[in-house]
């Protein structure tokens, strides 16, 4: 098995990808609206949009925000795949970030060298690699329609013209700890799968039991 404080890096980065990803799930910056290129009239009013609320900035200063104002069934099937993918991660970077805790030496919950820690971070690499598979899978469905509405002359009358959001590269960040944890689970975890317990059917001799044995075994053959 690789070394612990890998497991504690990894265990860093999995905090890191788990809170990455829920905050940017819930805040309204996957997209927001350029002033430059928006409707003069409008286009001084920064708009905000997330795959959970609709925000805009008031000329008095405040900030109102509303569930895209319609049942969940007639959102856009692009937010509605966004956002059941983004739950689907947070859920599994979670259970990833609570798997690796059980793994690292400082644990005393499960038994030291005991088969589970190995079945655990091979898991744990697996939910990780999920969890990438689907933040990409909805961040890159989601840009996609951000860069066709910002090109495609059937929205140029619209008010608003949208870019790329901060929360999109904060997932995007996390996708790369989240794959680099996964990696390093997964190969710590299939390097030495065998613990040095299941050599000897759960038994480990001591040192001094095979130095015993060894003298024995000598002096039957200067017996014989």
């Given amino acids: 098995m690789i070394r612990q404080p890998a497991y504690f890096g990894t265990l860093a980065l999995n905090i890191l990808v788990h809170y990455g990803i829920l905050i940017s799930t819930g805040l309204p910056y996957w997209r927001y609206s350029s002033w430059q290129i928006s409707n003069p009239l409008y286009g001084r009013i920064p708009t905000f949009d997330g795959i959970w609320w609709q ?18 069934l007639f959102i856009d099937p692009v937010i509605q795949a966004a ?25 005393i919950i499960l038994p030291p060298n005991a ?16 969890t990438c598979l689907c933040s990409l899978v909805a961040t890159a469905y989601y840009g996609w329609k951000i860069t ?10 619209r008010e608003f013209t949208y870019m790329y959001g901060p929360c999109l590269y904060l997932i995007w960040i996390s996708m790369f700890f989240a794959l680099i944890a996964a990696v390093i689970l997964i190969v710590g975890a299939c390097k030495d799968r065998r613990t040095p317990e ?15 044995f060894s003298r024995s075994m000598k002096t039957k053959e200067e017996y014989i």
Avoid: H
């Fill in 115 to 130: 088969k589970i820690r190995y079945i655990l971070a091979l898991t744990s690499g697996i939910f990780q690699l999920v």
């Fill in 198 to 212: 299941d050599d000897f059917g759960g038994y480990r001799p001591s040192s001094l039991a095979l130095a015993d």
């Fill in 83 to 107: 956002r059941g993918l983004m739950v689907v991660s947070c859920i599994l970077s979670f259970l990833a970030m609570l798997m690796n805790m059980l793994i690292i030496d400082s644990c």
């Fill in 148 to 157: 066709y509405e910002y090109y495609s002359p059937l929205y140029s009358e």
């Fill in 55 to 72: 925000c805009m900035s008031l000329k008095d200063g405040g900030f109102t925000c509303n569930n895209y104002g319609m049942p969940s």
